[in-house]
């Protein structure tokens, strides 16, 4: 019986032992693989954050340096901003971060600053007028002027909205839904189309971010099988007042 016992503990594990062991390893592996990639895209996520708020302190230097922003550039063409010689952007809402004339980097090799994820980040700029004032943003000594004349009716008029659910119009007269808006009065804007954003939208409130409008959408990430369907932008914007501080504390105004 002795003789019996040892045998049978020399055998070692059965084929069938060793599937189930491997089984639970891989469960284990995979558990543990999933949370690592949804921490890797968070990571992603906040970084992108940070270098689009870096992008406008550039922004802000540029403006408390020049006393104008730089216009946006022109998508297939150069890093440069594509100021008309009129004062006018060719582009205010569809263009991209001209890094070349910021002087910024990364960007790939038409010099247009990109996001981690290797694409074009996206740059809009209000064409408000005020005081009788064209292009008050992007020529110099023009702000300066409308200042002079009455402050409170310098406003910019990019808008972002919570959804593109109910907004209307076009161009420079799109707007937010009612009780939609998070801001209606920023002077810059700058998108990053995200981790997914090498191909082309299809969700409704993407698709938004891309229309040649002054209205932009930003929310949370969601899924392709939400109400307005996949969306993973990022957009901050430059509010009137941090421009406005930035540029009295260096003498630009009033």
Known sequence: ??????RFQGQGFTLTEMAIVMLIVALLIGGMIAPLSVQRDIQNSNDAQKQLSDILEALLGFAAAQGRLPCPAVGGSTGFESLLSTGACSNNYDGFVPAITLGIAPTNKDGYAIDLWGNPIRYALTNASANNITNVFSTMGKLKAA????????????????????????????????????????????????????????????????????VFVSHVPSPSDSLHGEFDDLVVWLSPNVLFSRMIAVGQLP
């Not at 019986?1 to 040892?6: A, F, G, V």
């Not at 191909?199 to 002054?214: C, F, I, K, S, V």
């Open 1 to 6: 019986m002795r003789r019996r016992n040892l």
């Open 147 to 214: 200042w002079a004349v009455d402050p409170s009716k310098i406003a910019p008029d990019l808008l972002v909205c919570n959804t593109s659910a109910g907004i209307t119009g076009t161009g420079g007269s799109a707007k937010c839904a009612t009780n939609t808006q998070l801001t209606n009065d920023a002077v810059a804007i700058l998108l990053s189309t995200g981790k997914k954003g090498g191909g082309t939208p299809t969700g409704a409130d993407e698709l938004a971010n891309q229309n040649n409008d002054r």
